[in-house]
């Protein structure tokens, strides 16, 4: 099986035209936020960035298979003292262009940095947003599954052994919980909340992620052989895991100095076989910059 890493330099409203229609099966990304990041991406106004955001957005939509999906890191600006609406804004734009906001995820920042404002705490947390294209896709939960604990250790042995059959709802609703389904199980399905430290192996970016976030997403929602893209690649988070995870990718990046040091960060195609590995020939295709 060969393992591939497409990297693009350019802007991503352009180079995503690129790429043909119902090819990637999980989009995952975070954009520059909303006056963030000046000296790097210029900056979006917050009263700009639907309009900005929109055009990128149609594109993913064409790109996306329709069983994949589409998570997006972001987070509102703090904007004269109360939070900006233009992420609840994109999302009411994005589902007129057909998008399904599935779910929302939040990373929650264990070790997120301290200070003192005058009305607000500290942000220890950042939105993921899932979109997909229709009710029916690809997910594989087993895949994220956390061990029960010690949950099922004290909680489970105290119950009683009517606790442990079918509880019927008690207002005949119709509902009820069936506690005897998790006696015997070692994990569990996890929350909608993902604990990650903000700390990352690589410093050379403004607003470099943890592997462990694209990780999470790239087990949940994809297998050995899909493709993953990240039109904001930075400095290659998601694309380093995706290669890592056997998953081919694709990174689109404007800036030249991370686009230059994720080329030479990532290693040629690999070919993944059953026997060991081999180096092969490198080859560029005329069309866009690849490493193979």
């Given at each position: 099986m060969e393992i591939r890493t497409d990297l693009y330099f350019g802007d991503c409203k352009e180079e995503l035209k690129k790429i043909p229609d119902d090819s990637v099966d999980l989009i995952f990304t975070s954009p520059p936020y909303a006056d963030q990041?000046?000296?790097?991406?210029?900056g979006i106004p917050p009263k700009e960035y639907v309009n900005w955001?929109?055009?990128?957005?149609?594109?993913?939509?064409?790109i996306l298979k329709p069983t994949g999906t589409f998570v997006l890191n972001i987070k509102e600006r703090v904007v004269n003292g109360e939070r900006s609406t233009y992420v609840l804004e994109l999302i009411l734009e994005m589902k007129k262009q057909g998008w399904l906001w599935t779910?929302?995820?939040i990373w929650h920042k264990k070790n997120s940095y301290p200070g003192k404002w005058p009305n607000r705490f500290r942000d220890a947390w950042e939105r993921l947003l899932q979109f997909?294209?229709?009710?029916?896709?690809?997910?594989y939960q087993e895949e994220v599954m956390v061990p029960m604990g010690d949950w099922a250790k004290t909680r489970l042995k105290r119950?009683?052994?009517?606790?442990?059959?079918?509880?019927?709802?008690?207002?005949?609703?119709?509902f009820g919980k069936n506690i005897s389904n998790w006696l015997e199980r070692e994990m569990a399905y996890p929350t909608n909340v993902i604990h990650l430290a903000t700390e990352c192996n690589n410093k050379?970016?403004?607003a470099a992620f943890p592997e462990g976030l694209p990780e999470w997403f790239i087990k949940l929602f994809t297998k050995e052989g899909d493709t993953v893209l990240d039109p904001f690649m930075g400095s290659?988070?998601?694309n380093i895991v995706a290669k890592r995870m056997y998953r081919n990718s694709i990174g689109i990046e404007i800036v030249k100095e991370y686009f230059d040091m994720v080329?030479?960060?990532?290693?040629?195609?690999e070919l993944i076989l059953f026997e060991p590995n081999s180096n092969y020939e490198k080859t560029e295709p005329k069309r866009r910059k690849t490493i193979r």
């Amino acid at each position: 099986m060969e393992i591939r890493t497409d990297l693009y330099f350019g802007d991503c409203k352009e180079e995503l035209k690129k790429i043909p229609d119902d090819s990637v099966d999980l989009i995952f990304t975070s954009p520059p936020y909303a006056d963030q990041r000046k000296n790097t991406y210029g900056g979006i106004p917050p009263k700009e960035y639907v309009n900005w955001f929109l055009p990128i957005s149609e594109q993913l939509y064409r790109i996306l298979k329709p069983t994949g999906t589409f998570v997006l890191n972001i987070k509102e600006r703090v904007v004269n003292g109360e939070r900006s609406t233009y992420v609840l804004e994109l999302i009411l734009e994005m589902k007129k262009q057909g998008w399904l906001w599935t779910e929302e995820y939040i990373w929650h920042k264990k070790n997120s940095y301290p200070g003192k404002w005058p009305n607000r705490f500290r942000d220890a947390w950042e939105r993921l947003l899932q979109f997909n294209k229709q009710k029916k896709f690809n997910m594989y939960q087993e895949e994220v599954m956390v061990p029960m604990g010690d949950w099922a250790k004290t909680r489970l042995k105290r119950l009683s052994e009517t606790d442990k059959k079918r509880d019927e709802s008690k207002v005949g609703s119709g509902f009820g919980k069936n506690i005897s389904n998790w006696l015997e199980r070692e994990m569990a399905y996890p929350t909608n909340v993902i604990h990650l430290a903000t700390e990352c192996n690589n410093k050379n970016h403004s607003a470099a992620f943890p592997e462990g976030l694209p990780e999470w997403f790239i087990k949940l929602f994809t297998k050995e052989g899909d493709t993953v893209l990240d039109p904001f690649m930075g400095s290659g988070t998601t694309n380093i895991v995706a290669k890592r995870m056997y998953r081919n990718s694709i990174g689109i990046e404007i800036v030249k100095e991370y686009f230059d040091m994720v080329k030479t960060e990532m290693q040629p195609t690999e070919l993944i076989l059953f026997e060991p590995n081999s180096n092969y020939e490198k080859t560029e295709p005329k069309r866009r910059k690849t490493i193979r």
